[in-house]
C-alpha cells in the first residue's frame, strides 16, 4: 500500500523549447522562490529503448532528471526532499538512484554520468531532507 502523505516523484512532459533540455526544464519546472541550483549537467539514463541524453539538476528541494525522447515530448521526472532513498555507485561512472514513486514505494534511475562529485552531493542531499 502506497502512503499518501510521503513525499513522492512524479513524471510529466516537457514543454517543448528549441533551445534544447536546459530551456525546456526552465520552461517546464521553473526554479522556486528560494530554490537554488546545486548541481546540473548531462547524464545518460538507461531505459528500456536505450540510453538517450538527458539532464540532471539538483537544486535545493528537488532533483529533475530530464530524459530526451526522439519520438515525443520529453520527460521529467522530479523528486521532491523526502522522497530521495538512496544513491550508489554500481560500475565505473554508472550510478543507481531509488526513489519513491508516483504510484510505486520505490523506482530506479540507473545513469552515467560524468558530473564531479555527483554521488557525494546526492549522498549529502539525501542526508539533509526531512525526515517523511
Do not use: A, I, M, R
Given at each position: 500500500m502506497v502512503d499518501d502523505r510521503e513525499p513522492r516523484a512524479q513524471v510529466l512532459n516537457a514543454a517543448y523549447a528549441f533551445a534544447g533540455m536546459t530551456a525546456e526544464?526552465?520552461?517546464?519546472m521553473p526554479l522556486g522562490n528560494g530554490e537554488t541550483i546545486i548541481a546540473q549537467g548531462n547524464v545518460r539514463v538507461r531505459t528500456w529503448y536505450g540510453e538517450p541524453r538527458s539532464l540532471l539538476r539538483l537544486t535545493n528541494r528537488r532533483l529533475f532528471i530530464l530524459v530526451h525522447r526522439a519520438f515525443g515530448p520529453d520527460r521529467i521526472t522530479v523528486v521532491p526532499a523526502g522522497a530521495?532513498?538512496?544513491a550508489d555507485q554500481q560500475s565505473g561512472s554508472w550510478l543507481t538512484i531509488t526513489f519513491r514513486g508516483p504510484r510505486?514505494?520505490?523506482?530506479?534511475f540507473r545513469m552515467q554520468s560524468f558530473l564531479l562529485g555527483l554521488l557525494?552531493?546526492?549522498?549529502?542531499?539525501l542526508i539533509d531532507q526531512?525526515?517523511?
Open positions: 526544464l526552465e520552461k517546464t530521495l532513498q538512496s510505486t514505494k520505490s523506482d530506479t557525494d552531493l546526492l549522498k549529502q542531499w526531512p525526515p517523511s
